[in-house]
C-alpha cells in the first residue's frame, strides 16, 4: 500500500520560510520522478518544483525560482522543499508527487496527472502580507 505524507506548511509573514518534506512508502522512491505542486483558490495547479527519477534534472517555476530550493533523498524516501523569502502569492495547498517516469524534470512539472502516479493530500501554506 502507497503513502504519499506532506508536512511542514503553516502560517508565516511575508520574507519569512517554510520547509516542506513528503514521505514516501510503499514504493521504490529512487524508481520515480517526485515534484512539488500548488494550487490556490480559484488558480490552476502550478508545478512548483520537481526533480527526475535519477536527479540529473530539476526545475522550478518561474515565480519561485531563486528562493525555493528541492532535494530528494532516495535512501529515506523524502523529498523536501525550502522555501525562502516567501510572498502572499505562495498561498495555498501544496502537494506531493511521485511518477514512475524517466522524463525531464521540467516535462513533470508541467504535464504530471493527478490521475497518473501518486500524490499526497497537501499541506496548507499561507504567506500574511
Known amino acids: 500500500q502507497v503513502q504519499v505524507l506532506e508536512s511542514g506548511g503553516g502560517l508565516v509573514q511575508t520574507g519569512g520560510s517554510l520547509t516542506l518534506s513528503c514521505t514516501a512508502s510503499g514504493l521504490a522512491f529512487g524508481d520515480y520522478a517526485v515534484g512539488w505542486f500548488r494550487q490556490a483558490p480559484g488558480k490552476e495547479r502550478e508545478g512548483v518544483s520537481c526533480?527526475?527519477?535519477?536527479?540529473?534534472?530539476?526545475s522550478f517555476a518561474d515565480s519561485v525560482r531563486g528562493r525555493f530550493s528541492i532535494s530528494r533523498n532516495s535512501a529515506e524516501n523524502t523529498l523536501t522543499l525550502q522555501m525562502n523569502n516567501l510572498k502572499p502569492q505562495d498561498t495555498g495547498v501544496y502537494r506531493c508527487?511521485?511518477?514512475?517516469?524517466?522524463?525531464?524534470?521540467?516535462?513533470?512539472?508541467?504535464?504530471?496527472?493527478?490521475?497518473?502516479?501518486?500524490w499526497g493530500q497537501g499541506t496548507q501554506v499561507t504567506v500574511s502580507s
Open positions: 508527487a511521485l511518477e514512475s517516469t524517466h522524463i525531464h524534470a521540467w516535462d513533470f512539472c508541467h504535464y504530471s496527472d493527478p490521475q497518473r502516479g501518486y
Open positions: 526533480i527526475s527519477q535519477n536527479g540529473g534534472s530539476t
